[in-house]
C-alpha cells in the first residue's frame, strides 16, 4: 500500500532533507540577500498551492513581506506577465510540470527577479526553468494522492525563509537565525511522534464512516492545514470538505451548521489555535457540532468531541509541517473505512498539466 | 422582500455610482501616479474577499501589478504589521466595521502606503483609517446576503482600476484609458438585461430544490463569480458549493464528481470561458454531470444541461460586475424552493467582527 508507506516514510525524508538538502537551501536564501525584494510571489496548484499558503504566513511573520499568490491563467490564457522586478518568485510543483506554473517562473526570469523552483523533480521543466532550484529528495512517490512531497514542501520553505538573512523588516518573532536553524532539527523526531496517533486516527475513521460532508478550520499558519486536510478528505474519501479559516467562516458558511454537523479543526497551542478554540466551544454550546480536533495541547483536545494529539513543543510557525499528519491519516482511514481505493483516486492523475 | 429588492436595485446603484462617485474615483486614481507602487495589498473578508480577487486579476491585467490578499491575523493575532512602504494598500468591507480588515489598513498608513476604503459606510472606521475612501453609495443593505453592495464594490474596483493612469508596465489589455472609461457606461444596461434570466432562474431552481451539494467552477475574472456563487449558496440555501478555478478542480477535486453530480459554471465568451466550456464538455461526456452554465454565448450555453443568459456585448473584464446576477437569482429562488428564509440565513449576522 504505497498511500500508507509514503505517510509513514514521512520523517526519514524529513529528516533526509535537512542532512542533504540545507547547505544548498541555505545558499540560496543567502543569495536573496543581494535582491531588492517588495513582495514574494509564489505560482502552484493544488496541493503546492496550500505549500504556498504556509509560506504566505512564514514570510509575513519572519521578514514582513507580503505574498502574492500567482493568477496563472494571466500568463497561460492571455500572455500577460506581470511586473516582477522587486519579487522573489517562487514556483512549487510536485512533478515539476505544469505549463502554467512554469510559465510564470519563465517570465519572472526573463524579467530579471530571483526565481526558485520547489520540486521532486530536479530536471523537470520547473526547475530547469528556474535560477535557482531546491530538490526534495522525497523519493518517488507513488499514490496519486500527495502526502511526502508536502510535508517536504513546507520542510523546504520553512528551511528557506528561517536561513534567509535578517533584515531591517524582520521581526525576530521566531528568534535569532541560529534559533530558527536549530528548532528546524527537532521536525524529524515529531513527525515520529506524530504517527502514533495512527490507532485513535482509524477508530474515528471508523466511528465517522458515513461523513459525506464536514467544514474544517484552521488560522494563520495552520490555514494551510486545513486546506490540505479538506482535499485530502475530498480527493481520498469523496467527502465534500470545505475549509475555511475561522475568521471567514464566521462570514457566511456558518449558515450550514446544525446538530451533529461535523467540524474538523486543527488548533495547536498557540494564538492562532486559542482562536479556533473559542470558536469550537460555541459551535457545540450553540449548535452540538460534532467536533474532531487536532492539536498539541490536552486542553484544546478536550473542546472536541474526538481529538488527534500532535507532539508537543513545536513553535507555531513550524507546527504545519507535522499538523497534517493526524489529518492524512485520518482521510487514509476513512477511505479504507468506505471501501475505497486510497492507491488510486477516481477521474484524476498523479500529474495533471493545466494551462 | 428585502433581498429581491435589493438584487433588482443593481442596474440603479450601479448606475448612481457612475453619476456621482466616479469623479472622486478618478481622482484618487490619478493620484497614485505620484506614489511607488510594486504590489497591491488587499484586505477584506466574505463577500468582500471575492471582491479582492476579482481586483487581483484586473491589477494584473490591466497594470501587470501582483496583488497580495492580505493575511489580517499576522497583524491582529501576532502583532506583526507587513511592510508596506512601496504598496497601494485596498480594505474593502460593506459595513467597515471589521477590526482585522481595519487594522491592515491602519498598519499601511503608519508606514506611509497609500491607502484605500472601499466601504457602503463613509462614516466607518475603515474608512476614516483610510487616506482615501469610495463610498458605494448603494443604500442600506438589509438583507443579511450581501448583492447589491457586491456588484457596487466591483464596480468601484473596476472604476479604479480601469482610470489609473497607464505605466510603462500597463498592457492595453483593455484598451486606452479612454476606451476603459466608456466601456463602464454600459455596466447599467447590462444589469437590466441580466436581470431578465430571473424566469429561467426560477424554474432550474425548482427542478433542483433537491440540490445541497455541487461545485462552482469559474477562471480568470470570474473567478471571483464562482466564489461568490458557492457563497450566496451557502448561506441562503444551505447547499454544499464548493467553487474551483476550472484548474485547480482538476488537480484533486474531480474525484468527487459522478453521473448526475451538478456543476455549476460561470463562463462568458472569452478565453477563460472557453477553458471553461472545454471541461464542461469533457465532464458531460466522461461523467454525465448535471451541467448548469451562466454565460452570453448560445454555443457554451449549449454545453448546459440548463442555463442561465448573460448580455452579449461586455468585455471580458467588466463581465464579472454582472455576472454573478443570475448566480444571486438562483440561488434565491432556490432558497424559495427548499421553504427557507432568504432574508436571514439562520445563525449569521450583517456585521461580524472578527480579529
Chains 1, 2 share one sequence.
Not at 52 to 64: C, D, K, N, S, T
Not at 133 to 143: F, K
Not at 340 to 354: A, F, G, H, N, S
Request: with cysteine.
Amino acid at each position: 500500500l504505497s498511500l500508507r508507506d509514503e505517510i509513514h516514510e514521512q520523517p526519514e525524508v524529513a529528516g533526509g532533507f535537512l542532512d542533504r538538502a540545507r547547505p544548498a537551501v541555505e545558499a540560496i536564501a543567502a543569495a536573496t540577500a543581494d535582491r531588492p525584494i517588495d513582495v514574494v510571489v509564489i505560482a502552484a496548484r493544488g496541493t503546492s498551492d496550500h505549500a504556498a499558503v504556509y509560506a504566505q504566513y512564514l514570510f509575513g511573520a519572519l521578514h514582513r513581506l507580503p505574498v502574492a499568490l500567482a493568477t496563472p491563467s494571466l500568463v497561460s490564457l492571455f500572455g500577460i506577465e506581470p511586473r516582477l522586478d522587486r519579487a522573489l518568485v517562487i514556483g512549487i510543483s510536485q512533478s515539476g510540470r505544469s505549463p502554467d506554473v512554469v510559465s510564470v517562473i519563465a517570465s519572472a526570469r526573463r524579467q530579471g527577479a530571483p526565481t526558485i523552483a520547489i520540486t521532486n523533480a530536479p530536471d523537470s521543466p520547473l526547475a530547469t526553468a528556474a535560477e535557482s532550484s531546491i530538490d526534495l529528495l522525497a523519493g518517488p512517490e507513488r499514490a496519486t494522492a500527495a502526502t511526502k512531497t508536502y510535508t517536504a514542501q513546507l520542510l523546504a520553505i520553512a528551511t528557506l525563509v528561517a536561513a534567509m538573512p535578517d533584515r531591517d523588516a524582520s521581526t525576530g518573532f521566531a528568534g535569532s537565525r541560529e534559533e530558527r536553524r536549530s528548532a528546524l532539527d527537532a521536525i524529524p523526531a515529531a513527525l515520529i511522534a506524530a504517527l502514533t496517533a495512527e490507532g485513535d486516527a482509524a477508530r474515528l475513521a471508523a466511528e465517522r464512516r458515513d461523513l459525506d460532508r464536514c467544514v474544517v478550520l484552521g488560522r494563520s499558519f495552520d490555514y494551510a492545514t486545513a486546506r490540505e486536510w479538506a482535499l485530502k478528505l475530498k480527493e481520498l474519501a469523496q467527502v465534500h470538505a470545505d475549509p475555511y479559516s475561522a475568521a471567514d467562516f464566521q462570514h457566511g458558511p456558518l449558515a450550514l451548521v446544525e446538530p451533529g454537523y461535523p467540524v474538523l479543526a486543527v488548533a495547536p497551542s498557540g494564538r492562532a489555535g486559542a482562536d479556533i478554540a473559542t470558536l469550537l466551544e460555541r459551535l457545540r454550546a450553540e449548535h452540538d457540532v460534532d467536533a474532531l480536533v487536532i492539536s498539541d495541547d490536552a486542553a484544546i483536545r478536550a473542546v472536541g468531541r474526538g481529538s488527534l494529539a500532535l507532539p508537543a513543543g513545536l513553535p507555531e510557525w513550524l507546527m504545519p509541517v507535522v499538523s497534517i499528519v493526524p489529518g492524512q491519516l485520518f482521510a487514509l482511514h476513512l477511505t479504507a473505512a468506505k471501501g475505497l481505493d486510497p492507491e488510486q483516486p477516481r477521474w484524476i492523475t498523479k500529474v495533471t498539466e493545466t494551462r
